[in-house]
């Protein structure tokens, strides 16, 4: 079973209370969760990576088992192993792309040196072709080119798997699709589970072997992606 | 004139030592205040602030009382270690260090809280511990208004004047610092003195001033 997640949540922002409930299993290697706006799929996501603590539930992914409160497990998010593109990216705008996408092979206080030769940081950098933007810095790149970075940025730390929200919210149509066919490639190439956000059908159709729906907080049907979508 | 000098030195050791200090307190505490929520804890942000309302003779007042060998942490210190504050240089910096305190508190609290979280979370789960995270993250992107409070701090601790003398007194080459000497020379007349002491801290400010604007560096943009 690639999949295996049951979480709880309550969400209180001021006044307002929300209830995630979220359940589902898939063997599923590409895995899209898909619904409005507003049902919670980022925050499950969250969860998911562990940067959200949950109230309760299981978080089992590939057979390894991230969170379960019934027997007191809960790996911190350094330790899940999890790839994690957020939706406007978020990458770190003091440091350059390649030290962006080197981040994670440095450990200690400091961060990677500007000029610095790593031979799985030159690969990304040349499989999303960001050898002419290497040294920009976040706010100088396009859409694209940070979606890409932030991509290469978390596969450089060799994720167990990939949690993507939304990575293509913020892009145009024509960049949207080209986008959506690279990483179709890649999700070819890697053979990693991938768990994708969108509220896009076309997404769902490129990137997804199966479907899960969730609408207020909770899962409300998994399917074969095509049936899903027209139904 | 020999005695500017020795004045000028003793400002600059206890504003330094003050600025060090707080900026080991203000960024930990400002760091604290911005990223953890616990019951109490308005309460506290305004306590930190307070040296920056009370006149100054007051929060001296309050460091004799606390810090005088009759009372509760000055007594400790004397019995333990042998160590009196009152009437000392040292004492002048936990004088300027608390009054100096919520300039870099605030500008680091502020600054801390423009970081957004996600970065952050983006740094957890790429594996990177949260020490790490704060050196290399945090730190980095707050440290602009955090240099900007250090700055404000290390000008309002060289110009300190009622805490310090109330904590340290005014014992020239010991405890009397430039703002100090001024206000003695002109009580006691010496005119020429007063003028050479009034021109030497006006130099040393304008100088701070112009460091300052060379210090800070280049905009870091906050989002990517």
């Not at chain 1, 898909?34 to 969860?47: E, I, N, V, Y």
């Not at chain 1, 950098?125 to 706010?139: E, N, S």
């Not at chain 2, 600059?12 to 307190?25: E, I």
């Not at chain 2, 790429?126 to 050196?135: H, K, P, Q, R, S």
Request: neutral net charge.
């Amino acid at each position: 079973m690639s999949w295996d997640i049951a979480l709880t949540k309550t969400l209180r922002h001021g006044d307002a209370r929300f209830e995630l409930d979220v359940r589902f299993a898939s063997a599923a290697r590409r895995l899209v969760l898909f619904g409005p706006s507003g049902a919670g799929k980022t925050q499950t996501l969250r969860l998911i990576a562990g940067i959200l603590r949950p109230d309760g539930g299981r978080v089992a992914i590939g057979g390894r088992v991230l969170y379960d409160d019934e027997r007191a497990i809960d790996l911190s998010p350094q330790s899940r192993a999890l790839g994690f593109v957020f939706q406007d990216y978020a990458l770190f705008p003091h440091l350059s792309v390649r030290q962006n996408i080197a981040f994670a092979r440095r450990r200690g206080w400091l961060n990677p040196a500007v000029a610095q030769a790593d031979a799985a940081v030159e690969r990304w950098i040349d499989t999303f072709h960001l050898h002419a933007v290497a040294g920009h810095y976040p706010h100088q790149l396009s859409g694209g080119q940070r979606q890409r970075t932030a991509l290469a940025r978390a596969l450089v730390h060799e994720p167990a798997a990939l949690l993507l929200d939304e990575p293509f919210a913020a892009l145009d149509n024509p960049l949207r699709r080209q986008l959506r066919g690279e990483l179709r490639e890649l999700q070819a190439l890697l053979r990693i589970p991938t768990l994708l956000i969108t509220h896009d059908d076309d997404d769902v159709e490129a990137l997804g072997d199966e479907v899960v729906q969730m609408k207020a907080g909770r899962v409300v049907g998994a399917d074969a992606p095509l049936e899903a979508v027209r139904s | 004139m020999e005695g500017a000098w020795v004045a000028l030195a003793l400002t600059l050791k206890v504003a330094g030592c003050a600025t060090a200090l707080n900026l080991l307190l203000g960024v930990g505490i400002g760091y604290a205040m911005a990223r953890w929520r616990f019951p109490g804890r308005d309460l506290l942000d305004a306590l930190f602030t307070l040296p920056m309302v009370m006149p100054p003779t007051v929060l001296g007042y309050y460091l004799l009382v606390v810090l005088g060998t009759q009372g509760p942490i000055g007594h400790w210190l004397l019995q333990q270690f042998g160590i009196r504050l009152i009437f000392t240089w040292q004492g002048a910096v936990i004088a300027a260090t608390v009054v100096a305190f919520p300039l870099v508190f605030k500008a680091a609290r502020a600054a801390f809280e423009g970081v957004e979280p996600q970065l952050e979370d983006a740094a957890r789960t790429l594996g990177i511990d949260e020490a790490a995270v704060f050196f290399r993250v945090s730190l980095p992107l707050a440290w602009r208004g955090i240099l900007a409070g250090l700055l404000l701090a290390f000008a309002r601790a060289l110009g300190e004047f009622g805490a310090t003398l109330m904590v340290a007194g005014s014992i020239p080459g010991k405890t009397q610092t430039l703002s100090i000497a001024v206000y003695e020379a002109v009580q006691a007349g010496q005119d020429a003195a007063a003028n050479f002491l009034v021109a030497v801290t006006s130099i040393v400010c304008v100088a701070v001033l112009l460091a300052a604007g060379r210090l800070v560096p280049g905009r870091v943009p906050q989002r990517a």
